[in-house]
T-cell receptor
Framework: NAGVTQTPKFRILKIGQSMTLQCTQD?????MYWYRQDPGMGLKLIYY???????DKGEVPNGYNVSRSTTEDFPLRLELAAPSQTSVYFC????????????????FGPGTRLTVL | GQQVMQIPQYQHVQEGEDFTTYCNSS?????IQWYKQRPGGHPVFLIQ?????EVKKQKRLTFQFGEAKKNSSLHITATQTTDVGTYFCAGLGTGNQFYFGTGTSLTVIP
């Protein structure tokens, strides 16, 4: 199993450009998450999904969109990139949330380092 | 909004010394998870605690969840150079939101 894979690894965007960060998991996990990690900081939840066709906002959803058309894929869309979105983006997945979102082991991808200039 | 703070932010220890990081939430958490992130890497799950007052051990690591489910601690006995990294707590808080702590960066001096 590859686990959680993310593409691209690095990307530089100009202000106002758009892009999609890809995330795929091959563990048949129901839950998937997108986090951002600013330098020297903890992770903040952007969006999460409890299954195909179901998504919900996390702590910092503004400026982002997601979709979950299959169990395996959970892409994150940035429509109008801003310098404040410069960060490392991590995708994660878990089999379930026994007591709610984030209550099962989360497996993280390697991250995408995004710079907006 | 809800905050999950960790202290200290940084800790340097001599190899063989003990290390403790404390996690404090502004509101009650349903659970506590601990993750370790090596420099340049991604978070790796260590453990989850769910019950009030719960204590779990993994070899040299001891994890504790407070009675009020608002705080937690991670204690490492006799640190090794392989323990280097940033340790994060995380948990499900109010509004069905999942929060990560601010992290404690551990440096182990050989």
């Amino acid at each position: 199993n590859a686990g959680v894979t993310q593409t691209p690894k690095f990307r530089i965007l100009k202000i106002g450009q758009s892009m999609t960060l890809q995330c795929t998991q091959d563990m048949n996990h129901n839950y998937m998450y997108w986090y951002r990690q600013d330098p020297g900081m903890g992770l903040k939840l952007i969006y999460y999904s409890v299954g195909a066709g179901i998504t919900d906002k996390g702590e910092v959803p503004n400026g982002y969109n997601v979709s979950r058309s299959t169990t395996e894929d959970f892409p994150l869309r940035l429509e109008l990139a801003a310098p404040s979105q410069t960060s490392v983006y991590f995708c994660a997945s878990s089999y379930s949330g026994l007591h709610g979102v984030g209550t099962d082991t989360q497996y993280f991808g390697p991250g995408t380092r995004l710079t907006v200039l | 909004g809800q905050q999950v703070m960790q202290i200290p932010q940084y800790q340097h220890v001599q190899e063989g010394e003990d290390f403790t990081t404390y996690c404090n939430s502004s509101t009650t958490l349903s659970n506590i998870q601990w993750y370790k992130q090596r420099p340049g890497g991604h978070p790796v799950f260590l453990i989850q605690l769910v019950k009030s007052g719960e204590v779990k051990k993994q070899k040299r690591l001891t994890f504790q969840f407070g009675e009020a489910k608002k705080n937690s601690s991670l204690h490492i006995t006799a640190t090794q150079t392989t323990d280097v990294g940033t340790y994060f707590c995380a948990g499900l808080g109010t509004g069905n939101q999942f929060y990560f702590g601010t992290g404690t960066s551990l440096t182990v001096i050989p």
